[in-house]
């Protein structure tokens, strides 16, 4: 499995990226012997690193995960941990959140990080990401909140998620951001088209994609919109021989600016199959064949 490390110290992180967020309350409801199973299986095919956020689960699957982790024996050293933080999800866990809002004042995400290893029953993130940019983001106090986290060691690096490229130069200006983690996949090819992940690539910068698959719109039979989409991508799957999953992922994986896909999936199978998508990537002409499919149009 190809490491990918985003800022200078470390640490490397396997390209291809476990995401939890379906695992537990929103979606799959493991059990814990069910997350040992599905962390046991990542680790035995090179996947190290798994994605979190504070509010998965309705703020229960930190916890689900970090009491399936603490009883495998699992070396912290060995995986890495990605957490995110600033969204406030109202729900049960949360009684005091009347509306799904944005925080990320420096109170608001040192007490995020505390919980978050308390739920994760870990000593240190190794990476935090803010979570979505706030209209109220003020910079520079951000800077320093981040600084002082990666100082006190409760958290290694620090980037963001879902920042445009105003916001995220804004932001790297004041502090090295380690990456953005953006809605990547052959549904959503704006931030390619734009290059900024190119341009980022260029400077250095390493991107992670979430929902990669097409998170459930591609496979979800009862979402019935943009069905001539599906069925054309469907078909170039056919003609080239592999699953729509394995295309969608390969879309990611087969651009030149080392994009680590944050996978959604709960089955073992499919985690093994995106091994195999990682050593045979698309050339650039099937790229851009299943791009205009899933345009419906060609390039210029
Ligand atoms: N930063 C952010 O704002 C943000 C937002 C959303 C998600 N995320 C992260 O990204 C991760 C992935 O997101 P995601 O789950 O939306 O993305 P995804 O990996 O694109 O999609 C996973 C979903 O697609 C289904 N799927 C995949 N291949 C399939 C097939 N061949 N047939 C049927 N179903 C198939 C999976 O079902 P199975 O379980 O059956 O495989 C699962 O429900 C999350 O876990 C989370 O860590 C981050």
């Given at each position: 499995m190809k490491r990918i490390r985003y800022t200078e110290k470390g640490p490397d992180y396997s390209q291809i990226i476990a995401g939890?967020?379906?695992?537990g309350k929103w979606g799959q409801g493991f059990t814990i012997s069910e997350y040992q199973e599905m962390i046991a299986h990542c680790l035995s095919q090179g996947i190290t690193s798994f994605d979190h956020a504070d509010i998965y689960g309705a703020y229960t699957t930190e916890a689900e995960f970090g009491e399936a982790l603490d009883g495998?024996?699992?070396?912290?050293?060995?995986i890495q941990i990605i957490s995110k933080c600033g969204i406030g999800y109202p729900s049960e866990n949360r009684p005091a959140f009347t509306v799904k809002h944005y925080n990320v004042t420096s109170d608001y995400i040192r007490d995020a990080v505390t919980k978050s290893l308390q739920n994760l029953r870990?000593?240190?993130?190794?990476m935090l990401l803010i979570h979505r940019p706030s209209a109220l983001m003020d910079y520079q106090a951000m800077a320093r909140t981040f600084e002082q986290l990666v100082n006190e060691g409760t958290v290694k690096e620090i980037g963001v998620s879902n920042f445009t490229k105003d916001q995220f130069d804004a932001l790297h200006r004041l502090f090295p951001l380690a990456t953005n983690q953006l809605e990547i996949s052959v549904l959503e090819t704006a931030y390619l088209d734009s290059h900024f992940v190119g341009t980022a690539f260029s400077e250095g910068i390493r991107f992670q994609s979430w929902s990669p698959l097409g998170g459930t719109t591609l496979f979800?039979?009862?979402?019935?919109?943009d069905i001539d989409r599906k069925n054309r991508l469907t078909k170039v799957a056919q003609r080239m021989d592999m699953s729509l999953s394995d295309l969608a992922l390969r879309f990611v994986l087969?651009?030149?600016?080392?994009i680590s896909p944050v996978i959604g999936t709960s089955k073992k199978h499919r985690i093994t199959e995106s091994i195999n998508c990682l050593a045979n990537p698309l050339t650039s002409q099937e790229w851009f064949d299943v791009w205009t499919e899933a345009k419906g149009h060609k390039v210029a």
């Open positions: 939890t967020m379906r695992w495998m024996g699992v070396d912290r050293s060995s870990s000593e240190y993130l190794d979800n039979p009862e979402l019935q919109n087969s651009t030149p600016f080392e």
